[in-house]
């Protein structure tokens, strides 16, 4: 018999954010893999730290985070045949995953490569999207409205094109994007309904709203909403 592979959402940052299916499977695993930067330490590792075994066998699949770009999909080849051989030797394997697994997670690209050869389950997590709009005290949408998230490293083009619709927004993926949106934001009169949010739920977290943001860049991890209603949350 072959072990199962779990993509193991562990939120936004907070440890006591994660999910109690999380934190058993988390405890239990013989083998965890996870994204991990080539310096420092792995984020959705520290999250959980304290619930992962001394005798656990880790799998850091180390993917750089740097401008220009980088063969990530070598990196997913490469550590997807390292999950394979523990799975296929009857042994289950919990990949870490900030937020959600299938909500721009990371967990997609190793599901893509093992979901056809071994079972598979998803234990879902607090987004990102969702954490931001907690700390923000921001409905993301209401009734009948539609929301929409768009990538920050998106066209001008795609951008105009989305706004345009109207609706709620949720602006993602942020970083050295930030003085561009905000100045697209500012064409289509949204700034004054927008709040910004970086490192939600993390002690270094900033909540505001986008017009006092001072900077011209931003943090990989930050987010953008904006509720294009008829209230004004900030």
């Excluded at 954010?17 to 420092?40: F, N, Q, R």
């Excluded at 063969?71 to 394997?93: C, F, M, N």
């Excluded at 083009?157 to 934001?185: P, Y």
Aim: glycine share 6%.
């Amino acid at each position: 018999m072959s072990g199962t592979l779990y993509g193991v959402g562990v939120g936004p940052g907070d440890p006591d954010l994660i999910t109690l299916k999380a934190a058993k499977l988390i405890a239990k695993a013989k083998v965890i893999a996870y994204p991990a930067p080539d310096s420092g330490v792995s984020f959705a590792r520290s999250i959980v730290a304290e619930h992962i075994s001394e005798t656990v066998t880790e799998i850091p699949m180390i993917v750089p985070m740097r401008v220009e770009r980088f063969p990530a999909q070598t990196v997913y080849d490469r550590e997807s045949e390292v999950i394979a051989k523990h799975l296929a030797a009857g042994v289950d394997v919990v990949v870490l995953c900030e937020g959600d697994p299938f909500f721009f997670g990371s967990f997609m690209y190793v599901y893509n490569r093992l979901a056809d050869r071994f079972s598979c389950e998803i234990v879902p997590g607090v987004s990102s999207l969702t954490a931001c709009a907690s700390r923000l005290k921001h409905p993301l949408a209401a009734r009948n409205d539609v929301l929409s998230v768009i990538p920050g490293p998106a066209s001008d083009e795609e951008f105009r094109a989305r706004l345009s619709l109207g609706g709620s927004f949720a602006i993602i993926k942020v970083g050295r994007n930030f003085s561009r949106i905000r100045t697209l934001l500012e064409e289509h009169n949204l700034l004054e309904k927008a709040g910004y949010v970086e490192r939600a739920t993390l002690p270094a977290e900033k909540v505001m709203p986008l017009a006092e943001v001072s900077d011209d860049c931003a943090p990989y991890f930050s987010m953008i909403l904006i509720y294009d209603g008829e209230e004004t949350w900030f």
